[in-house]
C-alpha cells in the first residue's frame, strides 16, 4: 500500500519559513518523481515543485527562488524549504508521487498559515 505523510505545517508570520517533509512507503522511492502541491481554500489543487529522480528540480514562477525541493531516498522522504512566506502561500500542502491531472496518489496534507 503506498503511502504519503507530510507534516512540518504551522502557523507563521509573514517572512518567516518552514520546512515540509514528507515520509513515504509503499513503493520504490528512488525510482519515483515527487511533488509537491497546494490547495488555497476555495482554489483548485495547485502544483508547486517536482523533483525528478535524477534530482532535477522544477518550480512554479510564483514560488521560484522562495522554496527548494529536495530528497532524500535513504529515508524516503522528499522536502520542501519555505522561505519569505507570504500570505498568498497559505494553503494545505500535499506531497505526490503521482503525475497530473489527478496528482495521486498524494498524502493528506499540512496545512500551512501565513498571518501576521
Known amino acids: 500500500e503506498v503511502r504519503l505523510v507530510e507534516s512540518g505545517g504551522d502557523l507563521v508570520q509573514p517572512g518567516g519559513s518552514l520546512r515540509l517533509s514528507c515520509t513515504t512507503s509503499g513503493f520504490t522511492f528512488s525510482m519515483q518523481g515527487m511533488s509537491w502541491l497546494r490547495q488555497a481554500p476555495g482554489k483548485e489543487i495547485e502544483w508547486v515543485s517536482t523533483?525528478?529522480?535524477?534530482?532535477?528540480?522544477m518550480y512554479a514562477d510564483s514560488v521560484k527562488g522562495r522554496f527548494t525541493i529536495t530528497r532524500d531516498n535513504a529515508k524516503n522522504t522528499v522536502f520542501l524549504q519555505m522561505n519569505n512566506l507570504t500570505p498568498e502561500d497559505t494553503a494545505i500542502y500535499h506531497c505526490?508521487?503521482?503525475?497530473?491531472?489527478?496528482?495521486?496518489?498524494r498524502g493528506q496534507g499540512t496545512q500551512v498559515t501565513v498571518s501576521s
Open positions: 523533483i525528478t529522480i535524477t534530482d532535477r528540480t
Open positions: 505526490s508521487s503521482g503525475a497530473k491531472p489527478r496528482w495521486q496518489p
